[in-house]
């Protein structure tokens, strides 16, 4: 394997498998770093803040600071910001990414009629009310954003859990409209971001993640090279029916320490 001046790594699937960490990651980790290579950590969830994911792998043996993580609220707080920074955004949400918004000085709104922008994204405690304000925001002309394309649901307590995916889906099917903008993984915009993090271009990194519609679609379309591993949701034969290539498939992150 071509030994990479940085690596983004998945987190969850990847890097650990919910509070435990995947064996021999944290050796992994350990030996890219002590080679000087630089390493940050991506994740498409927004249910939680940087820190919360930088504590989490610290924890776990991986030392982690917030600059280390980049996450889809922080790439939506960046990117509205920067791109939109006089709009008025309805949020379908949870407290992270609306902290995250708000710190980043987007100003939120629940009016339709003063909505700009409506960010979808997961929301576990979801309204019929909050459904219909955003209805009635986008047929009245507002735009049409999302943290992330994710439409594998976690579980909590048994129950499935409503995901940003089939947020969209139903805002899409009951308003006619179609979503304009992405933000998280697979999309460029925090691709960009996290290019920018690392210090790196795209041909000095590795992408390595277990889903092959986000992390190694993002890679791809990038032009990073890749790295599937099946401790997550991809199996080797669905890896092997699948239309895309990573450059190399892994059983697990360990295997980038043998490599070295």
């Known amino acids: 394997m071509k030994r990479y001046r940085g690596y983004l790594f998945d987190l969850d699937g990847t890097i650990y498998l919910g509070e435990e960490l995947i064996p021999g990651a944290d050796v992994a980790v350990a030996s ?3 080679r000087g290579a630089r390493v940050l950590f991506l994740s498409n969830k927004p249910i ?3 820190e919360s994911y930088a504590e989490k792998l610290t924890r776990l043996g991986i030392p982690a600071t917030v600059d280390d993580v980049v996450n889809s609220p922080l790439a939506s707080a960046r990117y509205l910001a920067a791109e939109h920074p006089d709009a008025q955004v309805m949020v379908l949400g949870e ?6 918004l708000t710190d980043a000085g987007v100003s939120l709104t629940e009016d339709p009629a003063q909505t700009d922008i ?3 994204s997961w929301d576990r405690q979801i309204t019929y009310a909050q459904f219909d304000a955003a209805h009635q925001a986008l047929v009245g002309g507002a735009r049409f954003f999302s943290t992330n394309p994710d439409t594998v649901c976690p579980l909590e307590g048994g129950r499935t859990v409503p995901d940003s995916g089939a947020n969209i889906a139903y805002l899409e099917a009951s308003t006619g409209r179609e979503l304009e903008v992405m ?3 697979p999309s460029p915009i925090i691709t960009t971001m996290a290019l ?3 210090g790196l271009s795209a041909r000095d990194c590795l992408m390595v993640g277990d889903r092959l519609d986000t992390d190694m679609a993002m890679g791809e379309t990038a032009g990073l090279d890749t790295a599937l591993v099946l401790t997550g949701v991809t199996s080797r034969e669905q890896a092997a ?5 990573p450059t ?3 059983e697990s992150v360990a295997e980038l320490a043998e490599a070295l």
């Open 183 to 185: 933000i998280g993984k």
């Open 95 to 100: 407290a992270a990414l609306r902290d995250e």
């Open 32 to 34: 890219l770093r002590e």
């Open 248 to 250: 190399y498939t892994l």
């Open 48 to 50: 939680a803040r940087r």
């Open 118 to 120: 409506v960010l979808v």
């Open 196 to 198: 920018a993090g690392i």
């Open 241 to 245: 029916k699948s239309d895309r290539h």
